[in-house]
């Protein structure tokens, strides 16, 4: 039978990193995340902030590769905590908080719970079993958008927590997070200090 689901599996997802993660995940259960850093003085639970990253920001796991990656190399570059990074102090939520008033924009969600398969997913892009391909790893994204209508959910401002990102959005971000270097489906990324694109037309697909 677990032969039988890989097969399937394998025939669906077509990639080798996510067929890494399925096989793990038809092997056994997902590690137990650790204790809070409160409960036990120990440092943040990186493998629990990831995978609650990768839960709250997409369902694709092509994507949620992707995403991951970024964020492990962005936390490596600051020299910061994959914990720190994504919450910024603040505990796990939505990537747009407010604090006294103020909207505070994260690096990316944490809002929904993990599951088995993001749980499994972040251990192996921890432990660098698991990586985008190499046409994505060579653009090396610093950071991304998703061209997506403007979430329901409302901040204490009563706008939207997430905006609507339309094409000529995502090309005006460009002078904050640098050019556009590629594509996944949906999913635009950006490098720093990359030149910016005139058009969303033409962009690499990265896989």
Same mark, same amino acid.
């Given at each position: 039978? @677990?032969?039988?689901r890989w097969?399937i599996?394998?025939?669906v997802l077509g990639?080798?990193? *996510?067929l890494?993660?399925?096989g793990?995940? #038809?092997a056994g ?6 204790a809070s ?10 493998? #629990?902030a990831l ?8 369902s694709? /796991?092509?994507?949620? &590769?992707? +995403? $991951?990656w &970024?964020v492990?190399m962005t936390?490596?570059?600051r020299?910061?905590? +994959?914990?720190?990074l994504?919450?910024? =102090?603040l =505990?796990y $939520? /939505?990537? @747009? *908080?407010f ?11 944490t809002?929904?719970a993990?599951t088995?398969t993001?749980l499994l #997913?972040?251990?192996? +892009?921890?432990?660098g079993q698991?990586?985008p391909?190499?046409?994505f %790893?060579q653009?090396?994204?610093t950071?991304?958008?998703? @061209?997506s @209508?403007a979430?329901k959910r409302l $901040? ?7 905006p609507?990102t %339309?094409?000529?959005? +995502?090309l ?5 997070? =640098?050019g556009?270097?590629g594509r &996944?489906?949906d ?8 030149a910016? *694109?005139?058009a969303?037309? $033409?962009? *690499?697909r990265?896989?």
């Amino acid at each position: 039978m @677990k032969s039988e689901r890989w097969k399937i599996a394998a025939s669906v997802l077509g990639s080798a990193a *996510v067929l890494t993660v399925f096989g793990l995940l #038809l092997a056994g259960n997902p590690p137990e995340p650790k204790a809070s850093a409160a409960a036990t003085d120990e440092p943040p639970d990186e493998l #629990l902030a990831l995978a609650r990253c990768l839960a709250s920001e997409s369902s694709d /796991p092509a994507v949620q &590769i992707a +995403i $991951g990656w &970024i964020v492990l190399m962005t936390a490596r570059r600051r020299k910061v905590s +994959i914990h720190e990074l994504l919450t910024a =102090g603040l =505990g796990y $939520g /939505p990537q @747009k *908080v407010f604090v006294e008033g103020s909207a505070r924009i994260r690096f990316a969600s944490t809002d929904q719970a993990p599951t088995q398969t993001t749980l499994l #997913l972040a251990q192996a +892009i921890l432990a660098g079993q698991v990586a985008p391909p190499a046409d994505f %790893t060579q653009a090396a994204p610093t950071s991304f958008v998703h @061209k997506s @209508k403007a979430s329901k959910r409302l $901040g204490a401002d009563g706008r939207p927590l997430q905006p609507e990102t %339309t094409a000529a959005r +995502i090309l005006a971000l460009q002078s904050d997070f =640098g050019g556009l270097v590629g594509r &996944i489906g949906d999913w635009f990324f950006y490098r720093h200090h990359a030149a910016s *694109v005139a058009a969303l037309d $033409g962009l *690499v697909r990265l896989a």
